[in-house]
């Protein structure tokens, strides 16, 4: 490659993807296995169980997720606005309706408020019939090990100021049919939110697999490569400019791998789909809303641990038991969300739009979208056969730069804002420009 940018930009060449971290904070699995034990106290989450007992049932539950929000929001000077957003929801497995409920925290930035991160868990739990509502349904993994994650990270980064909102999210309906998801997801586009990732987190602390392996160093992470919400010109756009692997939340995914490979310690698979095979999560209605968002999810799964009556047969023991988890695993995967979060919410928002041009030339022209609150701005470039951006290069300017000699057949191209500490944005691919 040789001259790649035009003397306008900043020497800032050997500046690293993922900007050097402040010290970590480190997630507590004394605290984490805590929040599984009480959720398993409640006895079953049911969507569909009893919502006025004190001490047994899905609302139960809920009103405790509150109750610790609010002791954490006390703790940081009430920087946490609690609050439940409800909605009543039909189909399938609640036939006569039931009210879902969110309970949510809301930790508001500095900067542009609507500018959001949403890390968030589903409450409720169930056993083999999806519509038992009354047996034990401790749900100790699925997905209790998201709701402590939650929590958990609401106690440590809110010890700390971002420009960006925070929305720290327990969500209910999940295993009925998303619908928690949903009512999150309406209620972020009712409020304006402009959603710059969405961390679910669901089935995150087992490292013993169906199959007996035995896995506590990697975590998955699902994304979507084409957008479910893109338009049938915006596919054929990305197509045809090679951006099927640069959605937005693929790119959510691949600053979550790169995140975890600058603090080793766990590592993440990034999976080029929106889930697991044939099955479903939370993030799939910010997916349908058009918000970059993931999964986590561990590494093996044991099925006999989930959506099982608690029982034991043939020597076999099945249900969602807290024995089932792994609290140091828990509290890694916790971390990296935390590191993410952090990251992200110190930064600007993405580039809503980058585009290129350079068809039948040496040089390649990259223009983007100015981002208030944003103090300069990186190209980012990769040769067209690689998944990761290999060089990156900033200027103070905003909106324009041309690439002397690189051709732009050869070579991916993005667009990342900065803050003016460093922080930044996720990289948005630059395609064609839309004809007008």
């Known amino acids: 490659m040789k001259q790649l940018l035009a003397p306008a930009m900043l020497a800032l060449a050997a500046l690293p993807l993922v900007a050097a971290a402040p010290p970590p904070l480190v997630p507590d699995?004394?605290?984490?296995?805590?929040?599984?034990?009480?959720?398993?106290?409640?006895?079953t989450r049911h969507t569909l169980s009893t919502t006025t007992d004190p001490k047994r049932g899905i609302g139960a539950a809920r009103r405790w997720g509150a109750a610790r929000f609010a002791a954490i929001g006390k703790a940081c000077g009430d920087c946490l606005a609690i609050e439940t957003v409800a909605d009543r929801f039909t189909g399938p497995r609640a036939p006569d309706g039931v009210e879902v409920a969110d309970v949510i925290a809301v930790q508001?930035?500095?900067?542009d408020p609507n500018h959001v991160l949403i890390v968030q868990a589903h409450i409720d739990s169930r056993v083999t019939d999806v519509m038992d509502a009354t047996s034990d349904a401790p749900g100790a993994n699925d997905d209790g090990s998201g709701v402590a994650l939650v929590i958990e990270a609401a106690r440590l980064l809110s010890r700390e100021r971002f420009a960006g909102t925070i929305v720290y999210a327990l969500l209910s309906g999940e295993e009925q049919g998303l619908w928690g998801g949903k009512l999150l997801a309406d209620t972020a586009r009712r409020r304006g939110w402009q959603v710059a990732a969405v961390l679910n987190n669901d089935i995150v602390g087992n490292t013993h697999g169906q199959g007996g392996d035995h896995v506590?160093?990697?975590?998955?992470?699902?994304?979507?490569?084409?957008?479910?919400?893109?338009?049938?010109?915006?596919?054929?756009?990305?197509?045809?400019?090679?951006?099927?692997?640069?959605?937005?939340?693929?790119?959510?995914?691949?600053?979550?791998?790169?995140i975890a490979a600058a603090t080793p310690g766990l590592e993440v698979v990034a999976v080029g789909r929106p889930d697991r095979f044939g099955r479903g999560g939370d993030q799939t209605p910010f997916l349908e809303a058009g918000y970059p968002a993931v999964r986590f999810s561990e590494a093996v799964e044991n099925y006999d641990r989930q959506h099982q009556d608690l029982r034991t047969e043939g020597g076999t023991r099945y249900g969602d038991t807290i024995d089932g988890v792994d609290f140091p695993y828990l509290a890694r995967v916790t971390a990296l969300n935390v590191a993410v979060l952090r990251q992200l919410a110190a930064a600007p928002p993405a580039p809503a739009e980058a585009t290129i041009a350079g068809a039948v030339s040496a040089d390649t022209v990259v223009a983007w979208t100015p981002v208030a609150g944003a103090a300069s701005y990186c190209v980012h470039i990769r040769r067209a056969d690689r998944r990761t951006w290999?060089?990156?290069?900033?200027?103070?300017?905003?909106?324009?730069?041309?690439?002397?000699?690189?051709?732009?057949?050869?070579?991916?191209?993005?667009?990342?804002?900065?803050?003016?500490?460093?922080?930044?944005?996720?990289?948005?691919?630059?395609?064609?420009?839309?004809?007008?």
């Not at 508001?108 to 900067?111: A, K």
């Not at 400019?241 to 959510?252: F, I, K, M, Q, Y």
């Not at 290999?390 to 690439?403: H, I, K, M, P, T």
């Open 108 to 111: 508001r930035g500095s900067g």
């Open 216 to 258: 506590d160093g990697r975590v998955r992470v699902f994304s979507e490569g084409i957008r479910a919400a893109d338009t049938p010109e915006q596919t054929v756009g990305r197509r045809a400019t090679g951006g099927e692997d640069d959605g937005p939340s693929r790119a959510l995914a691949k600053r979550i791998a790169a």
């Open 390 to 436: 290999e060089e990156r290069r900033c200027q103070a300017d905003a909106g324009r730069v041309v690439l002397k000699n690189v051709n732009i057949d050869d070579h991916f191209f993005g667009v990342s804002a900065l803050s003016a500490a460093g922080a930044e944005s996720l990289v948005t691919f630059a395609g064609a420009a839309p004809r007008k």
């Open 29 to 43: 699995p004394t605290e984490l296995r805590a929040t599984v034990a009480a959720l398993v106290g409640f006895g």
